[in-house]
């Protein structure tokens, strides 16, 4: 009878720590979906501020320094307690994280974006998850084996998400007459269409060398947390060394241009730099916290639902017209991606693979050794003795 109380009460334990990752698990995924429609909804206002004359690199400037006023408080009161000693080596990182995004990244997006449309820069920016995945495999932070069918799916969907950039870029077909576009000035759309396709080539290379340096910046700030895991204070610190740095490009690239206009009044061009100060705080530390509980390649994984809902607020607010080979271009690269996160949640890491089989079969699993075993469950023996087991997520 003591027996099997005590099994009893493990499996209730393991049901209700299931219940507290899965909700766990929810709660992340819905952060990020949210932030890719929020980074959806910048991406339309900064198009309109940069219509009305806005530089990026002063956007970027604005932008940064919002940021940096909103989070540093909350960084300095709530993490005054937990936060490790700064030394040089995390210093430098910083410092590094800044200058992949939001100078070298942030800036190199929106030069793309000015040689072509909204839509076609975000749907680009779908080949992030293909990037940031080979650069975590190069550094380890991914494992790969050709044998497993997940490891295949991932290296597949790697190589069909560069063939649906290819084609996003090079397909063009016939434009979609969607209901919002009907009775709208078709010979303005011909020629703003002819215009950006002389420059698609050039935006498209720029928004692929935006994508290595956003994930230069996610593999780096995977590293940097193991060193300082406070993620609230290492967004701040991004965000400040941010504004020091695009400040200096700023002034550096503006300095010989007089028609530059650093003032900032209350119009769009004010609306984009505090939407986007505000979104640039939340999403480096959402990014912290996802990229320190799934790994570099989970948060990017989730790009192509930011296309999507550029693509329909572009054509409702920009007067942009859709393509037939762009959305087929799009639909590739879906298929490409989530091939690559289906084997993605399938992966064991062999650390926490490591610790789970170390656990005896016969004792139950304490709250902080469970949060250390991959996502699974248990398997009963016939015997009715339950042991560990993975289960693929």
């Given at each position: 009878m003591a027996s099997l109380e005590r099994k009893n009460i493990f499996r209730t334990k393991f049901i209700m720590e299931s219940l507290t990752n899965l909700i766990r698990r929810a709660k992340l995924?819905?952060?990020?979906?949210?932030?890719?429609?929020?980074?959806?909804?910048?991406?339309?206002?900064?198009?309109?501020?940069?219509?009305?004359?806005?530089?990026?690199?002063?956007?970027?400037?604005?932008?940064?320094?919002?940021?940096?006023?909103?989070?540093?408080?909350?960084?300095?009161?709530?993490?005054?307690?937990?936060?490790?000693?700064m030394t040089s080596s995390i210093l430098v990182k910083t410092m590094l994280l800044s200058l992949f995004d939001p100078l070298l990244d942030q800036n190199l997006y929106y030069m793309a974006m000015s040689y072509s449309t909204a839509t076609?820069?975000?749907?680009?920016?779908?080949?992030?998850?293909?990037?940031?995945?080979?650069?975590?495999?190069?550094?380890?932070?991914?494992?790969?084996?050709?044998?497993?069918?997940?490891?295949?799916?991932k290296v597949l969907?790697?190589?069909?998400?560069?063939?649906?950039?290819i084609i996003l870029t090079l397909a063009k077909g016939p434009a979609l007459n969607l209901p919002w576009t009907k009775g709208k000035n078709q010979h303005h759309h011909q020629m703003q269409?002819?215009?950006?396709?002389?420059?698609?080539?050039?935006?498209?290379?720029?928004?692929?060398?935006?994508?290595?340096?956003?994930?230069?910046?996610?593999i780096l700030q995977a590293f940097t947390?193991?060193?300082?895991?406070?993620?609230?204070?290492?967004?701040a610190l991004t965000c400040f060394w941010g504004l020091v740095e695009g400040a200096i490009l700023a002034l550096v690239v503006e300095w010989r241009d007089s028609n530059a206009d650093w003032s900032i009044h209350l119009d769009i061009r004010l609306l984009a730099a505090f939407?986007?100060?505000?979104?640039?705080?939340?999403?480096?530390?959402?990014?912290?916290?996802?990229?320190?509980?799934?790994?570099?390649?989970?948060?990017?994984?989730?790009?192509p639902l930011g296309t999507v809902i550029i693509a329909i607020l572009g054509s409702l607010v920009l007067d942009e017209h859709m393509?037939?080979?762009?959305?087929?271009?799009?639909?590739?690269?879906?298929?490409?991606?989530?091939?690559?996160?289906w084997g993605k949640t399938k992966d064991e890491p062999p650390s926490q693979l490591s610790k789970t089989q170390s656990q005896p079969n016969d004792e139950p699993v304490t709250t902080s050794q469970q949060q250390m075993m991959p996502e699974g469950g248990l398997d009963i023996e016939p015997g009715g003795e339950p042991k560990t087991n993975i289960i693929d997520s």
């Open positions: 995924i819905l952060a990020v979906a949210l932030l890719q429609g929020a980074y959806a909804g910048q991406a339309i206002i900064v198009r309109m501020a940069m219509n009305k004359g806005m530089s990026h690199y002063i956007f970027l400037v604005y932008r940064m320094a919002f940021a940096t006023v909103l989070i540093a408080p909350f960084a300095l009161i709530l993490d005054r307690k937990s936060r490790p000693k076609f820069t975000s749907a680009m920016f779908n080949i992030l998850p293909a990037i940031a995945f080979f650069m975590a495999w190069i550094f380890r932070l991914e494992t790969v084996n050709i044998r497993k069918l997940h490891s295949q799916a969907g790697t190589i069909i998400t560069v063939g649906g950039a269409s002819d215009s950006n396709h002389k420059d698609i080539t050039k935006s498209a290379l720029l928004s692929a060398a935006a994508c290595f340096c956003w994930s230069s910046f996610i947390l193991r060193s300082y895991p406070c993620k609230l204070s290492l967004a939407y986007g100060g505000i979104l640039s705080g939340v999403a480096y530390y959402i990014m912290g916290m996802v990229n320190k509980e799934k790994g570099p390649v989970f948060f990017s994984a989730f790009n393509y037939l080979g762009s959305l087929i271009g799009a639909i590739v690269i879906v298929v490409g991606l989530y091939l690559v996160l």
